[in-house]
């Protein structure tokens, strides 16, 4: 090693006690342009979401599938240019250690699943990114967490919306209280899945709408008052019990919030519904959709529209994270948030089971 180099080195691991692991990690790994990511789960929201999407994308490309069904392989092969070295399965999985093309394993399987391929994925010493619900319960999202800490690499929850700048700008409000503070939310999202036999129907493969898409029913609740609830009382119902025999097909649930907001928010995959409304002291908020893929907008009783057009949500939120790891920042929705819904979430089936309100 040339003297100069050796100085460099050395100052890396001297500035290392003072930077996060994140920055550290930066500062080690070999600088890449763009990170390369694998996708663990070739399904619905893989296939017709997060490939395409790393089409666009700056700081991160598609370079590996890790998949239980080999029939999938040579389609993706062929539509995305992966290499015979870069494809895994899911008892093969930790090789992935040994591939430098690889530096983040994105994981977009059943919730239940979560927990186990991102603490399998962390031990292999690449970055996590993982898909809402984080996972079942508060336990394993905390196991998910310290496995992360423990390899010193990054855990990323897939919220796209966090990245989407029309919900920035409702953050933005929450922060900044420009119409004072909140006082009621009303906060739903829900569409009619037609199908009948699917994980989202299984309890054990973490399915029910509350994890689903009740994380973003509550999501506007908490990002629009920037505040975390303190109570919930919950009543979960079905319309379909020959479909939804073990989960719940619809959610209603209501949280208090320190300041004494409250929010009224459903959940349903029976019904399509996609919106939030926060009215504060001294004016109003509203959002529909509040959660979609495209087109977020909303307005405020100022007469302000707000109706930011991206390219595309998922690319948005993938170069993001990605950039946040070159560069050694922090995450902007690091598995600490993800956790947070899950305790929300667990308070709400608590509030079921029991029919009584729930402190959190
Ligand atoms: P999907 O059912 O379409 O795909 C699930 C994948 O997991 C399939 O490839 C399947 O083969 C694999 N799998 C492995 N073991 C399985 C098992 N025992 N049972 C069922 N599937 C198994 O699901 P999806 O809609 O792609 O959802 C995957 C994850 O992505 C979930 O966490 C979901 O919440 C999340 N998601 C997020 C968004 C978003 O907007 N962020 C949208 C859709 C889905």
Known sequence: ???????????????????????????????????????????????????PALKLTNNCELKGIVTGTPSKIEKWQQKYGIVDKNIYNYQNYEQIANNPDIDIIYVVLPPSMHREFTIRGAGTGKHIFCEKPMAPSVADCQAMIDACNKNKVSLAIGYRCQHDPNIQQMMKIAKERPFGKPRMINSAAGYFDNRTTHWKQNKALGGGVMGDMGVYALQGARLATGEEPISVIAQASTTRPEIYKEVEETMMFQLEFPSGARAACQTSFGINMNHLQVNYEKGWLKMEPQSAYNGINGSTSDGKIIKIQIENQQAKQMDEDSLALLNGNALIAPGEEGMRDIKVVEAIYKSVATGREVKI
């Open 1 to 51: 090693m040339k003297r100069n180099e050796f100085l460099r080195a050395g100052g890396i691991l001297a500035a290392s006690a003072f930077f996060s692991p994140n920055s550290l990690l930066a500062a080690t790994r070999a600088k890449k342009e763009k990170l390369g990511i694998a996708l663990v789960g070739l399904g619905y929201y893989s296939t017709d979401l997060l490939a």
